[in-house]
């Protein structure tokens, strides 16, 4: 497994932009592809975005596309989520995740190593 934290999360209101970064223990990350989930307390953890480990294919959920971009620098072994347009539904704990596999997927269940979170609290 791959150490994993994430920075960057907070209190911004309603329509403002935020930016997620996740640092990774390993230069091996670059070779993983990494995802983006979300939980609020007393419901599922939700898939938000994912990106195969060259960058090159993305993936999001309906509920952020066109909002929210994923992106990462595997020379730095960081993974970032650029959030704008926020809106008080993408209140969660944001969690960065890694697979030690190349390719993404919306599966949390597929992902093994986990970041501790970081909130995201969006006020109207």
């Known amino acids: 497994q791959v150490q994993l934290e994430e920075s960057g999360g907070g209190l911004v209101q309603a329509g403002g932009s935020l930016r997620l970064s996740c640092a990774a223990s390993?230069?091996?990350?670059?070779?993983?592809?990494m995802g983006w989930f979300r939980q609020v307390a007393g419901k599922e953890r939700e898939f938000v975005a994912a990106?195969?480990?060259?960058?090159?294919?993305?993936y999001y959920a309906d509920s952020v596309k066109g909002r929210f971009t994923i992106s990462r620098d595997n020379a730095k072994n960081t993974l970032s989520l650029q959030m704008t347009k926020v809106k008080p539904e993408d209140t969660a704990i944001y969690y960065c995740?890694?697979?030690?596999?190349?390719?993404?997927?919306?599966?949390?269940?597929?992902?093994?190593?986990w970041g501790q979170g970081t909130q995201v609290t969006v006020s109207s």
């Open positions: 990106i195969n480990w060259s960058g090159l294919t993305t």
């Open positions: 390993e230069s091996a990350i670059s070779r993983f592809a």
């Open positions: 995740a890694a697979r030690t596999v190349p390719f993404a997927t919306m599966d949390d269940e597929t992902y093994d190593s």
